[in-house]
């Protein structure tokens, strides 16, 4: 694949990922509506109000989020290092969900997985093609 192209799918990629994953969460924020009753009240017997708990949550968190975003505008620059940290992000998220169960909405289950899919799609690209080379002048 011709870099200028393989560069232009990484990019169109990048904002897809973003945008179906902020959708994903959205509605799993706000999409308890979605669920049956039964997993609604099971979820919301699950949730504590424990505030130091979910302190302890968001210091953890935040340093993930702050590289993600970092890998995302690196990839979208085009370096080299952004892949491996977009590489280490994804799985160190992907094990954080066997930590507990999860439930979720099958539209808000979607979009994430489709930002999962597409995250996929994005490190092939970002290992398996000349998008994060040096410029070629062909």
């Known amino acids: ?36 009753k039964e997993l609604a009240d099971w979820k919301l017997a699950q949730e504590t109000d424990d505030e130091g708990a979910m302190l302890v949550g968001l210091l953890l968190l935040s340093p993930l989020l702050i590289a993600l975003a970092a890998s995302i505008v690196g990839l979208f620059l085009y370096q080299k290092w952004a892949a491996w940290l977009f590489l280490a992000i994804t799985v160190l998220g992907t094990m954080l969900t066997l930590l507990e169960p999860t439930v979720e909405s099958g539209i808000s289950a979607f979009f994430t997985d489709l930002d999962t899919t597409l995250g996929g799609v994005i490190l092939g690209i970002a290992f398996f093609s000349n998008a994060l080379e040096p410029d070629q002048y062909s």
Not at 9 to 36: E, K, Q, T
């Open 1 to 36: 694949m011709n870099q200028q192209y393989s560069r232009l799918a990484l990019r169109i990629l990048l904002v897809a990922a973003v945008f179906f994953g902020f959708v994903g969460i959205l509605i799993m924020l706000a999409g308890d509506g979605f669920l049956p």
